[in-house]
């Protein structure tokens, strides 16, 4: 059973992309949603995670720290990772696949850019 | 007499198009811009606000959105059906529809190199935070509301996008 990290300061925008998520063939896997990279890091610790998605502009600890905390962690390092946010644009899009990023969306986000970014990145594989 | 739409007016109904139409599934018109002036048909609404902290810090982007409509917005994105939306519902989605908004508003505003910074949304019902400085008021029709969007005068200021504030 694949597990599915969602991070979100946005109840709404963690849903959406749940929803999103669920229907483009991924309703049978486990989510598990975070509110803040902090809470995101000690759900990272508890259980292995097959994907991450994470928001940027976050309260306590914001995707670009969350993010280098993953993938400077021995144990955490080869989780993928997709970026869903409202403030992508070219400088930081290079910033974030530097740091090792698989995909980053726009937000609002949606099942078709949300299916793209699984099957350019993960392969068709990733349904199981 | 600011002539209307203007191409910075056209952004902002491109960022509006794009936030509303994919959220709540909403189409918007523009219907005018103010002057430092709210007015006074928004008298009780939710109100969401998020500052622009860089290439420049000019200020906050805030909307102004009436009761009903908030409440037809949180139905439409979450799909309530014979429930009446909560406060805090209403409130996390009109910071997630800022939110957009803002992020659309600054890549079509910026040059595709510019790295740019927004706060995190705040929200309240009532009375919107006064505006730090000058700003224009945006009248926007939703069907038959009114949603008004507040941002400072330095948005429309073509010199600012222009100088190469990465480096300031």
Redesign the interface.
């Known amino acids: 059973m694949r597990t599915i990290l969602i991070v979100d300061?946005?109840?709404?925008?963690r849903?959406?992309i749940q929803q999103c998520l669920e229907m483009i063939g991924c309703a049978g896997y486990d989510f598990i949603q975070a509110a803040d990279g902090l809470e995101a890091l000690s759900k990272l610790r508890e259980q292995e995670i097959s994907l991450l998605i994470t928001d940027m502009?976050?309260?306590n600890l914001d995707g670009v720290g969350l993010l280098k905390a993953v993938k400077s962690s021995p144990k955490l390092h080869h989780i993928p990772v997709f970026v869903i946010?409202?403030?992508?644009?070219?400088?930081?899009e290079n910033?974030l696949r530097l740091i090792g990023v698989n995909k980053i969306i726009?937000?609002?986000a949606?099942p078709q850019k949300l299916l793209d970014g699984i099957e350019q990145t993960l392969g068709k594989d990733f349904f199981e | 007499m600011i002539p209307f739409p203007g191409p910075t007016e056209e952004i902002i109904h491109q960022a509006l198009t794009d936030a509303f139409e994919n959220l709540v599934f909403e189409e918007v018109v523009l219907a005018g811009v103010i002057q430092n002036h709210i007015p006074e048909i928004f008298l009780d609404g939710w109100w969401a606000s998020i500052q622009m902290i860089s290439p420049l810090p000019w200020g906050h982007i805030t909307i102004l959105v009436p009761n009903n409509l908030m409440n037809r917005f949180t139905e439409a994105i979450l799909g309530l059906i014979d429930e009446q939306p909560d406060e805090a519902q209403n409130a996390d989605n009109l910071g997630e529809l800022l939110n957009t908004l803002c992020g659309r508003l600054m890549s079509l505003r910026s040059s595709p190199d510019r790295t740019f910074r927004i706060g995190l949304p705040e929200v309240g019902h009532g009375m919107a935070p006064e505006m730090s400085g000058p700003y224009r008021c945006i009248d926007c029709l939703v069907g038959e509301d009114h949603v008004f969007l507040l941002a400072p005068e330095a948005f429309w200021d073509d010199v600012i996008w222009q100088l190469d504030l990465n480096n300031c």
């Open positions: 300061d946005s109840a709404t925008a849903r959406i502009n976050m309260p946010s409202s403030l992508a644009n070219p400088a930081l910033e726009y937000k609002p949606s």
